[in-house]
């Protein structure tokens, strides 16, 4: 076997197909877009390159035929709270049924890492946020949401076989949103619905920059230093909120404020691969349209949940039973869709998973983990801190 470091437009090309090669036959794949994969490798897009670096490389075997793939990444801004020692990633893991070929592939990102002062490897990872390319699929062997990792059930068998212990549990949930939420929270909601100072709205395209400048309040007061998230700048947010614009349900994306302040986002997309899988991982001009033609012919009653958050000024207060049944009467109406999936929350956020299991009739839909490998053996790799 050979492992080869893709440096060239043919092997970038080449790293792309393994993945397709090795699902070729499963009929829950959905291939990525390439251009989401290649932008986390592209310096100028890619702005966890200005704290750290990437490589990757594939598996090739005595054929030449392509086996496996790999990335392995150090950014100073990965930190967990409570890590002793630097921590690298690992990432875009693909590989046969094979346990020397996998160790092999392992052993390359593990010699990379600690050359550059690791003493330990995270993965499957994404060499940048957390809301896509993290985690391994071990429950739930179901088609992917966008962006979201799929692999073959052996995969576990490979990670443990090396050496890995899970560093956190990642769950997500279904619901469906035709039905009633529960009691508990349409009695929150009504307590709070009696002040006026309170106001649940799904936001207006014409005023995306207004709510990105929201989403960044709420998003640093909420998120920013726990797991290693960093706060978010508002020109960020900007660029993300227009990236959406042309896959955005205005109805799905909603704001809470107290006062005129944002408190509180519940933010959901189409999910997207509903429409993505007819395009095979292209997304040049002819099938940016084929996409619009596909987005107008083909209803999707799926949809997504991408992120909830309250300020902890409000916490505990209902505010998110307000602004999830505030969200139903508008989303029911439109009688647009049957199937809502939150994407995955860590077993160490107890509190967004009591918020998701009492949404209703929720059920776990899949659950993926996140692998810890410590370097020096004799040092066991701890869990992921609760929040």
């Not at 052993?107 to 330990?120: I, S």
Request: with cysteine; proline share 5%; charged share 25%.
């Amino acid at each position: 076997m050979q492992i080869v470091e893709v440096n060239t437009p043919q092997l970038r090309t080449a790293f792309l197909e393994v993945n397709a090669l090795l699902y070729a036959e499963d009929l829950n794949y959905i291939r990525p877009l390439d251009k989401d994969v290649e932008e986390v490798f592209d310096t100028q897009k890619n702005k966890a390159f200005r704290f750290g670096e990437a490589i990757r490389w594939i598996l090739l075997d005595e054929q030449g035929q392509k086996i496996g793939r790999i990335a392995a990444f150090v950014n100073s801004r990965y930190r967990t709270k409570g890590d002793q020692y630097p921590v690298g990633g690992i990432g875009f893991f693909d590989c046969i049924d094979d346990h020397q070929a996998a160790h092999l592939l392992f052993d390359t990102a593990k010699a990379w890492l600690q050359e550059r002062g690791m003493e330990g490897m995270d993965g499957p990872i994404n060499f940048g946020e957390r809301d896509r390319w993290w985690g391994l699929i071990v429950e739930g062997f179901q088609p992917p949401l966008y962006c979201m990792n799929y692999n073959k059930p052996y995969y576990r068998k490979l990670f443990e076989q090396y050496g890995f212990t899970p560093f956190f549990e990642q769950i997500c949930f279904g619901l469906d949103p035709t039905k009633e939420i529960n009691q508990k929270l349409l009695d929150r909601h009504a307590h709070i619905k009696k002040d006026p100072a309170y106001r649940a709205i799904h936001i207006n395209k014409n005023q995306l920059e207004k709510f990105a400048k929201d989403f960044t309040y709420i998003y640093n007061k909420a998120w920013a230093g726990h797991g290693g998230l960093k706060e978010m700048r508002e020109e960020v947010a900007i660029a993300l909120f227009k990236r959406m614009k042309p896959v955005m349900d205005e109805k799905i994306v909603w704001f809470t404020y107290y006062q005129e302040e944002p408190i509180g986002f519940f933010v959901n997309i189409p999910d997207l691969n509903q429409w993505f899988k007819f395009l095979n991982g292209k997304f040049d001009w002819w099938h940016k349209l084929k996409f619009l033609y596909i987005k107008y012919t083909r209803p999707n009653p799926r949809f997504t949940g991408i992120i909830f958050g309250v300020i902890p000024a409000f916490q505990g207060k209902g505010v998110d039973a307000f602004m999830i049944n505030e969200a139903k009467f508008v989303i029911q109406a439109l009688k647009r869709y049957n199937y809502y999936e939150l994407q995955w929350i860590g077993d160490f956020n107890p509190k967004m998973l009591n918020v998701a299991q009492g949404l209703g009739d929720t059920y776990p839909t899949r659950k993926l983990i996140t692998w810890r490998y410590s370097f020096d053996r004799s040092r066991p790799a701890e869990k992921h801190p609760i929040l």
